[in-house]
């Protein structure tokens, strides 16, 4: 691969035609090191926020030894990436034979489930194993999130107690896990979840060996400033500290977005301008698939090597394929004299941009460069520091 200072380096360099993606793996090694020092228990990684070979090795570089995966697919990469990994399946609606073949093809043992017929296809998938993690998904509010996850998944308050019961029968380790959705803007978000964690297990009286308390661990967008890190994991902390279970009983948590967010950004290029309209050379079919579908806003810097010095004004995106749904309102912030053949940096979309990549129309080709330069944002270098580029405003 590669390997240039930053992206203007790149540009004077190469001024590439197809969008690059600017890979940083010195923040993931940082994210990853920094949940293995402060988080207060082990981290798994979200292997869905974004699943690339060479990202998926710079965390267990940094210490990452445990990886949440949701598929075969993800269970089958990650095993050939990083043949020493201890998986966990973590979604709890599987198919029978993905069970079957993670369990006695690649030796999963740690499955999350939400029904009693989910735990009974568990069984028959490992011929009634007796060496099991199980964890009992709780449904909790997605309240405090900008992405939900409290809809499809989980298992409502009247089911739990015959479900911990009866997982408590079959499994070796009995675990109880939530996610309280995707960029989790408080830390209250966990602490009402683990109040809802504290009521299950004392209704259902059993012992309990694993709380994961999922991912939803924030990164910073324009617009999205979430408290300091450390602030969930004390407010996490004390509520698994308060809980009536073993001395020995583990605490996990499954960060997706939070080590991976800042690992990439990708540099577009300007093909045309129609008033604040830029049409650029990635979208929604591309990295762009949540500024376009959701509205998610990322910080944005125009790359030149003579920096403009027009005040910024607020402009909207057009991707590349001929889809009227190939738009990204923004604001993206950006000086007003940006023009065709114009570089810019879209930031922070290592997690859940990078991984959403289609081909669609054509388009899609990635060519991937490693820079050494800081990302836009960072959670980890000091509340104080960030972010540095002008451009990024708060709404
Ligand atoms: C998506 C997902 C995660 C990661 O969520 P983030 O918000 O990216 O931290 C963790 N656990 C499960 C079960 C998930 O589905």
């Given at each position: 691969m590669y390997k240039h200072h930053s992206a203007l380096g790149l540009v004077s360099a190469l001024r590439p035609v197809q969008p690059v993606t600017l890979l940083r793996p010195h923040a993931a090694t940082r994210a990853a090191r920094f949940f293995a020092e402060k988080f207060p228990g082990k981290s798994l990684y979200a292997v869905k926020s974004n699943p690339s070979p060479d990202l998926l090795q710079v965390l267990w570089n940094a210490g990452v030894t445990h990886y949440d995966v949701a598929s075969l697919g993800e269970v089958r990469l990650v095993a050939q990436t990083l043949p020493e990994a201890t998986l966990c399946f973590?979604?709890?609606?599987?198919a029978e034979e993905a069970i079957a073949e993670a369990y006695?093809?690649?030796?999963?043992?740690t499955f999350s489930l939400d029904t009693i017929e989910e735990l009974e296809k568990i069984m028959r998938a490992t011929r009634g194993a007796t060496d099991l993690n199980l964890l009992v998904r709780l449904r909790v509010s997605s309240d405090h999130s900008k992405l939900s996850l409290a809809s499809k998944f989980g298992a409502d308050p009247a089911e739990v107690k015959p479900l911990l019961q009866a997982v408590r029968q079959a499994a070796d380790a009995l675990g109880i896990c939530f996610h309280v959705?995707?960029?989790?803007?408080?830390p209250n978000a966990y602490g009402e979840a683990m109040e809802r964690v504290r009521a299950a297990i004392v209704e259902a009286a059993v012992t309990v060996d694993i709380v994961d308390v999922g991912g939803g661990f924030p990164s910073w967008y324009p617009g999205m400033e979430p408290p300091a890190l450390e602030s969930y994991f004390e407010v996490i902390h004390n509520a698994f500290e308060a809980?009536?279970?073993?001395?020995s009983a583990e605490l996990w948590c499954e960060p997706g977005r939070a080590l991976c967010a800042e690992y990439a950004s990708v540099l577009v290029r300007v093909e045309k301008r129609r008033g604040n309209e830029l049409y650029i050379n990635d979208g929604a079919y591309g990295a762009l698939f949540d500024a376009a579908h959701i509205g998610w806003r990322y910080p944005v810097k125009l790359v030149r090597e003579q920096a403009s010095d027009v005040r910024d004004m607020a402009f909207s995106f057009y991707g590349?394929?001929?889809?009227?749904?190939?738009?990204?309102?923004?604001?993206f912030m950006l000086p007003?004299?940006?023009?065709?053949?114009d570089y810019i940096e879209v930031g922070m979309l290592g997690a859940y941009g990078c991984a959403m990549r289609t081909g669609f129309n054509g388009f899609g080709v990635e060519d991937r460069v490693i820079v050494d330069d800081e990302p836009m944002a960072s959670l980890y270098t000091g509340a104080t520091e960030r972010p540095a580029a002008s451009n990024v405003i708060t709404l």
């Open positions: 973590m979604h709890p609606v599987k006695f093809t690649y030796g999963v043992k959705g995707s960029q989790a803007m408080s809980l009536p279970i073993s001395y590349p394929t001929c889809d009227d749904l190939d738009h990204m309102t923004g604001p007003g004299d940006v023009q065709p053949g």
